[in-house]
């Protein structure tokens, strides 16, 4: 944006070209000891960087009694190391670290000028960033930023102008966030519904004589299997009401489950030799894994069209569908299920909305991971197969719906932050209010802060000779 400013042929009349540090103060922050820091609110709020950045005001996690920098309530605060540019405003005296810097206007300038100014600025202040371990800017370079400067009425007139626009913008922009929100609850509510009979349940009235009951479902897997075998037990705690004909049974019974094995780290490689191989949920892409591994040494196969699930570890329950064969190490399991049994677009959303449920299953506190047997014996709501399939067409519709008003709101909110970007420009061109001849010219605002600065600049000189000057002694003191 900077240099589409300095790229105007002509400033709009009674414009000037300056430099920040000629309209405003610099106030690099300095840390104080970490002896005097302290959580409980005693001393100065102590702000050290954007972590503690909101919207507008900076939110306090620390307070400082003995500080050695200090903003006041209305100074611009921006970040100065890692990262280098965004804004807040100070809400109250406080103590400033090492990482930010004060900007406080000079000459009644107002702070949300400055504030406008400096965020759209802020890339700009950005790239005049160095270092090679983390980006930051001194002093000097920000009071070197040069900017574009309206009259003072006409500065008035633009913060007036942007706090009208973007409190309209800001107000949809909430909309459309409470919009995703809903749409959240409301997928929550479409599996919700699904699982427990609702989405189907007036297909279910009009096909009662066509479907078979999941019970006789469930007996003919049993004849596929070894007599011999028991049924996996189900916890029957957290189990609701289902509908006639369905039956609650165990992933074990409906699915093949098969728990990931490491192969040697010897047999890996990076150049595409073996088989593709996946550690974890970093692999996972939208939809299906992107492996960066190969091995020549598979261990544990997954097939095409398996449900790929993390099974350790803080991310224990995410998934994705394999769109091949991989080599899974013991991070993953995959889920095959049984064909005409169940469907695996069904099991992956009940996981989905069982994932708390998953996580309380983890074992070891410090590393937790899902054991075989407790990925076998989780409960699952098995429906009649035909009305499996329409469950399943029903949500894919309802998640498509939700999934195109989400392609709707992301273009709107980026959108939204064009405009605001348009707002800025045309704001600081000149073009977001009208100009008035008989506003004093910025050039003698400008005259005017430098004659205060000079004035100020002198009584501290005189101020601090007069420190400086020796101390004449008292001769009674030595003589008596």
Excluded at 336 to 354: A, D, H
Excluded at 404 to 415: F, G, K, P
Excluded at 431 to 454: F, H, I, N, T, W
């Amino acid at each position: 944006m900077i240099e589409e400013f300095n790229g105007l042929d002509e400033l709009p009349q009674g414009w000037i070209r300056t430099q920040l540090g000629e309209i405003a103060e610099v106030i690099l922050g300095q840390s104080p000891p970490s002896s005097t820091y302290n959580e409980d609110g005693r001393g100065l709020p102590f702000y050290q960087g954007k972590l503690e950045f909101g919207k507008s005001y900076p939110t306090p996690r620390k307070w400082c009694t003995t500080p050695k920098k200090t903003a006041e309530k209305g100074d611009v605060l921006i970040s100065v190391r890692a990262p280098v540019g965004p804004t807040n405003v100070c809400p109250e005296k406080s103590c400033i670290g090492r990482g930010l810097a004060a900007i406080r206007g000079l000459g009644g300038i107002e702070t949300l000028f400055i504030l406008y100014l400096l965020r759209v600025l802020e890339n700009e202040i950005a790239r005049r960033g160095t270092g090679t371990t983390f980006s930051a800017i001194g002093g000097d370079k920000l009071k070197e930023l040069k900017i574009p400067l309206p009259p003072f009425n006409e500065q008035v007139r633009i913060v007036a102008r942007l706090e009208e626009l973007f409190a309209r913008l800001d107000a949809g922009v909430e909309g459309l966030r409470k919009v995703k929100a809903q749409l959240k609850r409301y997928r929550q509510a479409v599996l919700k519904y699904a699982f427990e009979g609702k989405l189907t349940e007036e297909w279910r009235k009009t096909h009662k004589d066509q479907i078979e009951p999941a019970i006789e479902l469930l007996e003919r897997v049993k004849h596929r299997k070894a007599r011999s075998q028991k049924p996996l037990p189900i916890e029957e705690s957290d189990l609701f009401t289902l509908p006639e004909d369905w039956a609650w049974t165990a992933f074990g019974e409906i699915s093949q489950i098969n728990m990931g094995q490491s192969p040697s780290s010897s047999s890996y490689n990076n150049s595409g030799h073996g088989t593709p191989l996946l550690n974890g949920p970093t692999e996972f892409g939208e939809k299906h894994p992107i492996a960066v591994q190969w091995t020549t040494s598979p261990t544990k196969i997954c097939k095409k069209g398996d449900l790929l699930i993390c099974v350790r570890g803080n991310t224990t329950g995410r998934m994705n569908w394999a769109d091949q064969e991989y080599c899974i190490g013991r991070g993953l399991a995959a889920i095959t299920p049984l064909e005409n049994v169940v469907k695996c677009e069904l099991l992956s959303s009940f996981l989905l909305m069982k994932v708390g449920e998953i996580m309380r299953r983890t074992r070891g506190s410090t590393f937790p991971n899902l054991k075989s047997d407790e990925l076998h014996k989780f409960p699952f709501p098995l429906a009649p197969y035909a009305e499996q399939e329409e469950l399943v067409a029903r949500m894919r519709d309802a998640f498509s719906a939700a999934r195109e008003l989400e392609r709707n709101m992301a273009t709107s909110l980026s959108q939204s932050e064009r405009l605001r970007q348009s707002i800025f420009k045309a704001a600081f061109e000149g073009e977001l209010v009208p100009q008035d001849p008989s506003d004093e010219p910025a050039g003698r605002l400008l005259e005017r802060v430098k004659a205060e600065r000079a004035k100020s600049k002198g009584e501290k000189d005189t101020d601090r000779r007069r420190e400086n000057k020796p101390r004449q002694l008292e001769l009674s003191t030595y003589v008596k």
